[in-house]
């Protein structure tokens, strides 16, 4: 793709300028996780038994760990090393759990932590067909990014979108019993959108399918992530809105401190000492099509309160 610069109505094409080294991309993303990846950084070069591992970051959203991975090049194996990294960490839970209660002065204990959904994310200039068909199952906990500057000091990150399950080749899988523990690589589970629609009936799927479309609207940089029991809607990596969706309705929690919400008609439950599933103080039940202009503004509300 393509990157051009808009000035005195003339869109002129910026140069592409290389990365020199991997550490070059490494440092880059490691000074500037959050606002990249929406993750917290931890750690770099953290070792683990035998292993290196080039980035330990955290999801907040999913209160999960997430080990980053750089290359510069496009001749590497994207699986197998990479599991033995995840194996590692769940092998290991209770250092990268002491690396974040260092980093964040807490004394959290390892059953506080999701480990459900660590992943492992590759930061590199780009793969081949081989890596990308590798990868291609939404259920696979590897993330692809690629990653490119330019001139003027623009750089392109891009998510490589997984669209569908895979066959993969055995050369491609095939560990060694010191890579890899399969008993423990079960326990990982990257939840995806179709999971949390069979926890609903054919009307409030029907319900939230056009909920989706209209905040999907609301802006093009609004992503989904899928969580264990919800579906989150995030503007910029920045959670706004959480959805649950059940057999008679749908629960959406909104991102916002109670007292920030506009809510005229009193739709939104106080959820400040109730226990939850989603971010926020507030909880509004959606079961009819009728209320869905006004869901809407006060879904609109967080997106714009968390986009600041």
């Known amino acids: 793709m393509s990157l051009y610069q808009f000035k005195n109505n003339q869109l002129t094409r910026l140069k592409a300028i290389p990365f020199k080294v991997e550490k070059e991309i490494q440092r880059l993303v490691e000074e500037n996780t959050e606002v990249l990846l929406g993750l917290t950084f ?31 090049d496009t001749k590497y194996s994207v699986i197998d090393q990479r599991y033995a990294y995840l194996n590692t960490l769940l092998n290991h839970k209770a250092d990268f ?23 492992i ?9 081989y890596q990308l068909d590798a990868v291609n199952n939404p259920e696979l906990p ?5 990653i490119k500057q330019f001139e003027n000091g623009q750089i392109q990150l891009d998510y490589i979108e ?25 326990e990982l589970k990257n939840y995806t959108e ?18 989706k479309i209209e905040i999907l609207d609301l802006n093009p940089n609004i992503s989904i992530k899928a969580h264990k029991t919800y579906l989150a809607f ?24 109670f007292g920030q919400l506009n809510d005229k008609l009193d739709y939104a439950r106080d959820m400040r000492n109730i226990g939850k599933y989603g971010n926020g103080d507030y909880e509004v039940t959606f079961n009819n099509h009728t209320d869905l202009p ?15």
Do not use: W
Request: charged fraction near 30%; glycine fraction near 2%.
């Open 42 to 72: 931890l750690a770099t070069e953290f070792h683990v038994e035998h292993y290196r591992l080039d980035t330990v970051a955290f999801d907040e959203t999913t209160n999960s760990f997430v080990i980053i991975e750089y290359k510069n």
């Open 97 to 119: 759990v002491l690396l974040y209660n260092e980093v964040h002065n807490t004394h959290r204990r390892v059953d506080e932590f999701n480990f459900e959904q660590t992943k």
């Open 121 to 129: 994310n590759f930061i590199t200039k780009g793969y081949t067909n």
């Open 142 to 146: 590897i993330d692809l990014y690629q």
């Open 162 to 186: 997984k669209t569908k399950p895979a066959k993969v080749a055995k050369s491609q899988t095939t560990l060694t019993k010191e890579q890899v523990n399969f008993t423990q690589i079960s």
């Open 194 to 211: 179709a999971d949390m629609l069979k926890k609903g009936s054919d009307e409030t799927n029907d319900l939230y399918q056009e909920l």
């Open 234 to 257: 995030l503007i910029n990596d920045k959670d706004f809105c959480d959805i649950t969706i059940q057999k008679k309705q749908l629960k959406l929690f909104l991102n916002m401190k």
């Open 294 to 308: 006004y869901i809407i503004d006060l879904i609109k509300q967080s997106m714009i309160k968390n986009d600041q």
